[in-house]
C-alpha cells in the first residue's frame, strides 16, 4: 500500500460530498416525507395484522383508491428529487392527496401518512433554490465615502467627532421652543448655534 493511498475513505467522502451537493440542489426532505406517506397508506387496506388466533382485515370498499392515492404519493416524491421545477405542483398536489385520503384510506393510513404527506407538500412549497454568491476578485466594497475598502487587514477610516451632525444626513429642522424661537439648551447641546 503506497503513502498516497487513502483506502475506502476517498472513495465514501466523495459520494457523502456528492450526495450532499444533490441533496441541496433539490426539496429533498420534502420528497422523502411525501415517498414514506405513500407507504401506510397504500399498505394498511391491504394488511392483516394477526393477534394470536385473531386475524383483523383493514380493508375497506376504497382499497384500490388507497393504492392509488400510495401511488401517486410516491411518484410525486420523485418528482420533487428529479423534477424540482414542479415543486409547487407537486406540493398541492401532495396536499390535496393527504387530505382525499383522510377520508379513502383509514383516516391516511391512520394520520401516519396523512401528517407525512401534509408535512412534505408544506415543505415542497415553501422550498427555492439558493442564490449562489458571486464572489469575483475584481469587485471591491466600498465605503460610504467613496474610497474602496481593502481585503489586506487595514483599519476603517474613521469620521471626526466634529464632522458627525446626526441631524444633517436627514434634513431634519433645529428644534423649535413654544415661542417659535430654537431651543437654547438643545442648541447648545447639538453644537450649531449659541445663543446670545
Known amino acids: 500500500m503506497s503513502a498516497e493511498s487513502t483506502g475506502l475513505r ?8 456528492s450526495f450532499r451537493h444533490w441533496r441541496w440542489g433539490r426539496p429533498f426532505w ?9 407507504l401506510p ?3 394498511f387496506p391491504y394488511a392483516n395484522l394477526t393477534l394470536g388466533q385473531l386475524t383483523v382485515r383493514m380493508a375497506t370498499t376504497a382499497g384500490s383508491g388507497s393504492l392509488i392515492i400510495g401511488v401517486l404519493l410516491f411518484v410525486l416524491g420523485l418528482t420533487m428529487w428529479f423534477q424540482n421545477a414542479v415543486r409547487i405542483f407537486a406540493g398541492v ?13 383509514n383516516f391516511g393510513g391512520f ?6 404527506a401534509l408535512l412534505g407538500g408544506a415543505l415542497a412549497v415553501a422550498w427555492a433554490p439558493g442564490v449562489p454568491a458571486t464572489d469575483t476578485p475584481e469587485e471591491k466594497a466600498e465605503l460610504p465615502d467613496g474610497t474602496p475598502h481593502s481585503d489586506g487587514g487595514e483599519a476603517l477610516p ?4 466634529q ?7 436627514y434634513g431634519l429642522p433645529e428644534p423649535v421652543h413654544a415661542g417659535g424661537q430654537p431651543d437654547e439648551e438643545t442648541t447648545e447641546e447639538n453644537g450649531r448655534h449659541r445663543a446670545g
Open 163 to 169: 464632522a458627525y451632525d446626526p441631524m444633517e444626513p
Open 111 to 116: 394520520l401516519i401518512g396523512f401528517l407525512l
Open 93 to 105: 398536489a401532495t396536499i390535496l392527496l393527504a387530505l382525499v385520503s383522510l377520508v379513502v384510506s
Open 41 to 43: 397508506i397504500a399498505y
Open 30 to 38: 420534502a420528497g422523502l416525507l411525501t415517498l414514506l406517506a405513500g
Open 158 to 161: 474613521t469620521v471626526p467627532a
Open 10 to 17: 476517498a472513495p465514501i467522502r466523495h459520494w457523502r460530498l
